[in-house]
């Protein structure tokens, strides 16, 4: 079992508030520098038409990357000309050289085309992680292009508008599911949405962000002291997910789950009250 340990921080901000990218190659633990540069390679000479660009996000380009734990978490930027087929040979290729590294675990790819992450008149996530989460590993970077972004409730609102629906989805997932590797998926999966969603709920009172696990617990935990014990449930969901489907429906359905749908729409009623599922960005 997983211990639960005080890993990760809130972003830094600079003086107007504009979250600050921390990341870094130098960062990137030295044994997963070696697979990701073979990787990427690989990309390019067999896509480099295709591929706009390639950013490597989460733990690993900000130093917090732990053998046997941490994916490698890939951005790719396709060209809006790119085959209908390059996703499902791209992946083909990611997945073959993936296994050449047993202390990788695993490798996560996430699609956008340049249109999409260009597109910045409303908040998007890819273009903010792109900005603020990610390091350049191939081609033009998008970064100096994409706006600065603050800790505000357009952010705020990319974590709660959607909860509802993902707790559904989690619900529909598990009904009568037996496959135990992806009822822990599902696991980890809808908790990690929980306490990212219960810091977004008190992010404009902080004015910080984070993506980290227990960073985000402690921010939650701060304003709401009574939920302080089923966030820490979530969280020990989250870093060792359970096999057993009823447990999580239960703790989905009729405990925090329904109040943490509660607490999204009072959150939507006062930052959102169209619901808009990205709010319009003014960009600096």
Request: overall charge negative.
């Amino acid at each position: 079992m997983t211990r639960i340990k005080n890993i990760g921080s809130a972003a830094k901000l600079d003086r107007e508030g504009y979250i600050i990218n921390e990341s870094s190659w130098e960062k990137v633990n030295r044994n997963y520098q070696s697979p990701i540069r073979k990787i990427t390679g690989a990309i390019k000479k067999d896509f480099s038409k295709e591929i706009h660009s390639i950013y490597l996000r989460g733990s690993l380009p900000r130093g917090l990357g732990i053998e046997g734990v941490s994916d490698i978490d890939l951005l790719v930027v396709e060209n809006d000309s790119a085959d209908k087929t390059c996703r499902e040979r791209l992946m083909g290729t990611v997945e073959k050289m993936g296994k050449e590294y047993p202390y990788i675990n695993g490798i996560e790819v996430g699609f956008n085309s340049l249109k999409e992450v260009c597109t910045t008149s409303h908040f998007h996530i890819i273009p903010f992680m792109i900005k603020t989460y990610s390091i350049l590993l191939y081609g033009e970077n998008l970064q100096e292009k994409l706006p600065q972004y603050k800790a505000d409730e357009k952010l705020a609102n990319e974590h709660i508008v959607n909860l509802r629906m993902q707790i559904e989805i989690a619900l529909e997932d598990l009904e009568g599911n037996e496959d135990t590797e992806d009822i822990k998926d599902c696991c980890m999966w809808i908790m990690k949405i929980f306490i990212r969603g219960g810091m977004a709920l008190v992010m404009n009172h902080e004015r910080t962000y984070t993506r980290d696990l227990y960073p985000a617990f402690m921010l939650f935990s701060t304003h709401y002291p009574e939920k302080e014990k089923e966030m820490l449930n979530a969280l020990e969901l989250a870093v060792n997910p359970s096999g057993d489907p009823l447990k999580i429906i239960s703790f989905l359905k009729e405990g925090f789950g329904s109040w943490m749908i509660q607490e999204a729409d009072r959150w939507l009623k006062e930052y959102n009250p169209s619901k808009l599922k990205h709010m319009p960005l003014q960009t600096r």
